[in-house]
């Protein structure tokens, strides 16, 4: 009994963290799930993190200069040819949490936030979402489905 928990627990921690980038076709466009690509701050260039207290500062969903780029270098967007920089993002705790939380983390010479994936929308769960091109999800340990994401962000 004790070897199948294992194992079990095992598969779904293969599950959570070996795939980086989950793809999926929705007809010519593609939605992006991506799960954060550097865990250490060591690996996020300097004239990124100079800039750290320059995000998070407000509520706002537009994400401004420093916050797109941070967040564009994190989850490696540059391959899709998407920036995150003044587009709308929804966080599914909050934005200046989530920033105030990497602050602390940076400061502390902690490892970055854990659990945090970025969900890219096609135009149409974008319209459906409430207008949202993407939304941030931290501190979790299982995917959630887009679907769940979309109707979360539609009852807000």
Excluded at 82 to 109: C, H, N
Excluded at 132 to 145: M, T
Aim: hydrophobic share 35%; charged share 25%; glycine share 4%.
């Amino acid at each position: 009994m004790n070897k199948l928990l294992i194992i079990i627990c095992l598969e779904l921690l293969g599950v959570y963290y070996s795939p980086n980038r989950f793809c999926y076709s929705n007809t010519n466009i593609k939605q992006e799930i991506l799960q954060r690509q550097v865990h250490d701050f060591a690996e996020i260039p300097t004239e990124l993190l100079t800039h750290i207290d320059k995000m998070g500062i407000d509520s706002s969903l537009i994400l401004n200069e420093y916050e797109g780029k941070y967040l564009n270098y994190i989850f490696k967007t540059d391959s899709l040819k998407f920036s995150l920089v003044g587009k709308t993002v929804a966080f599914l705790e909050s934005k200046t949490d989530f920033f105030e939380d990497e602050r602390k983390r940076f400061y502390q010479k902690s490892t970055p936030v854990e659990g945090t994936v970025l969900y890219i929308f096609t135009n149409k769960q974008k319209v459906e979402s409430g207008g949202y091109d993407a939304a941030v999800i931290y501190w979790r340990k299982f995917l959630l489905p887009i679907e769940k994401v979309i109707n979360r962000l539609k009852n807000e």
